[in-house]
């Protein structure tokens, strides 16, 4: 088990707990509201022992995630947590949520343009409640909240209201693309056979199924038998064989593949027209050729630093040490000051060279090439100094890495 952290919507941090191996395109659990992620305990343990990577997140204002200063716990907020850990994870995870981590899912699902998650997995989670049992799980909610021990901010209560966002639900569930299991509670004073016949009614690519003997808290209530209807469902539809990607599918999975490939890390400069420095953040360098030397590095066709390459007669690549994650981070960032803080000297075309790099190749520019929608920006290798002792700041699967010699 391992602690991670998020940055969640409007800067609060999100606070989760990882099970299994992170190697694997993983299970993201989101609990109900009142809970944390221990709800999900039982299923957390069967996932990672069946080799699946989990990320059980403590929802804003919930266990071990901040309270927001500013009370927001409408379903915007929530879903703008949600797509900031999705967008931190390498692979698309299968979202399991109950209740209302089951609407937030919904909602961050159906509404992307793009495919979020691979797959879904509800419980006890239709849009549309029964409310005379959701007034009395709030008035038992209310009554908990005094006791809770700091567990949950009882503002949550009051920030978010089912019934304004029931239709803009049920839309969601209507654009959901990925495999999804609908799981009712037998017993649950929640949701009816109607309302979750409802919900899977909307959904395109839906198995649906009850559970006896179970409340709301299916998980918990019947644990093992939970745990196998959700394996079952992984195993048949989101199984651990390979990702496949195949022309005209999601680039997204195509990123995912060219992921594998490990990488060192550069920071590639040059002078605009106006003599001022010009940086960013490349992982696509290349040697080329020793005879002539040549070295290569492609630019993104919407890279704001294209034209600058584009026009100038010279470039350096710098190849980033293991303590340089931070130069990295800063001249992939859009906001931060890239050559203020970073320590620059100037060799012989006067392009800034970034100081105790790894390497630095000073080249004047050979070629360029077009490339579908990046640039193959060629260079003729001019100067190099490097530094023989230091270890290399690595990316592989969209995270930084370093060498690791066992
Ligand atoms: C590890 C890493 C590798 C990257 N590799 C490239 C790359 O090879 N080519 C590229 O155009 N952008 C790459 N980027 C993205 C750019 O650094 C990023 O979009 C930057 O903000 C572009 O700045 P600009 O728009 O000012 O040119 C990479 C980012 C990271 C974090």
């Known amino acids: 088990m391992a602690q991670l952290d998020y940055i969640g919507f409007g800067g609060v941090r999100l606070a989760?707990?990882?099970?299994?191996?992170?190697?694997d395109f993983g299970i993201l659990l989101l609990h109900g509201g009142?809970?944390?992620?221990?709800?999900?305990?039982?299923?957390?343990?069967?996932?990672a022992?069946?080799?699946r990577y989990v990320i059980s997140l403590d929802l804003r204002g919930h266990g071990a995630s901040e309270w927001p200063g500013d009370g927001r716990y409408d379903l915007d907020a929530y879903i703008?947590?949600?797509?900031?850990?999705l967008a931190t994870l390498p692979a698309r995870p299968v979202i399991v949520a109950v209740s209302l981590g089951g609407w937030i899912a919904t909602a961050v699902l159906g509404e992307s343009e793009t495919p979020l998650a691979t797959g879904l997995v509800l419980v006890d989670s239709p849009p549309r409640m029964d409310p005379a049992g959701s007034g009395r799980m709030g008035d038992s909610l209310r009554r908990a909240a005094t006791a809770n021990g700091g567990q949950w901010d009882p503002r949550m209560l009051d920030g978010f209201d089912l019934s304004a966002v029931e239709d803009r639900l049920i839309?969601?569930?209507?654009?959901?693309?990925?495999?999804?299991?609908?799981?009712?509670g037998e017993r649950s004073p929640l949701s009816t056979q109607e309302s979750i016949a409802e919900l899977a009614a909307c959904i395109a690519d839906v198995e649906a199924?009850?559970?006896?003997?179970?409340?709301?808290?299916?998980?918990?209530?019947?644990?093992?038998?939970?745990?196998?209807?959700?394996?079952?469902?992984?195993?048949?539809?989101?199984?651990?064989?390979?990702?496949?990607?195949?022309?005209?599918?999601?680039?997204?999975t195509l990123r995912d593949a060219l992921g594998c490939f490990a990488t060192g890390v550069t920071v590639v400069t040059t002078l605009d027209r106006d003599g001022n420095p010009v940086g960013l953040t490349a992982n696509s360098f290349t040697?080329?050729?020793?005879?002539?030397?040549?070295?290569?590095?492609?630019?993104a066709n919407g890279a704001g630093s294209l034209p600058a390459f584009l026009a100038a007669s010279h470039f350096v690549v710098n190849v980033l040490h293991i303590g340089q994650q931070p130069?990295?981070?800063?001249?992939?960032?859009?906001?931060?000051?890239?050559?203020?803080?970073?320590?620059?000297?100037?060799?012989?075309?006067?392009?800034?060279?970034?100081?105790?790099?790894?390497?630095?190749?000073?080249?004047?520019?050979?070629?360029v090439h077009d490339a579908g929608d990046h640039k193959i920006l060629v260079g003729r290798v001019q100067r190099v100094q490097f530094e023989p002792h230091r270890d290399p700041l690595l990316y592989f699967r969209g995270k930084y890495r370093r060498l690791h010699f066992s």
């Open 80 to 85: 703008g947590d949600i797509r900031a850990v």
């Open 34 to 47: 009142g809970q944390t992620h221990t709800a999900w305990d039982a299923a957390a343990l069967a996932l």
């Open 209 to 252: 199924v009850e559970v006896g003997d179970a409340g709301h808290l299916v998980a918990v209530d019947q644990a093992d038998a939970f745990n196998a209807l959700l394996l079952d469902f992984l195993e048949r539809r989101i199984p651990l064989s390979p990702p496949q990607y195949v022309a005209g599918f999601d680039s997204r």
């Open 287 to 299: 040697s080329v050729s020793l005879d002539p030397p040549l070295l290569l590095v492609c630019l």
């Open 16 to 23: 989760a707990q990882s099970y299994g191996r992170d190697d």
């Open 171 to 184: 839309d969601a569930a209507r654009q959901l693309k990925m495999p999804t299991l609908v799981v009712r």
């Open 49 to 51: 022992q069946a080799g």
């Open 327 to 367: 130069v990295s981070g800063r001249f992939a960032s859009r906001t931060e000051d890239r050559f203020g803080q970073t320590d620059c000297e100037i060799w012989d075309s006067g392009v800034p060279v970034i100081r105790h790099s790894l390497a630095s190749f000073e080249c004047a520019r050979d070629t």
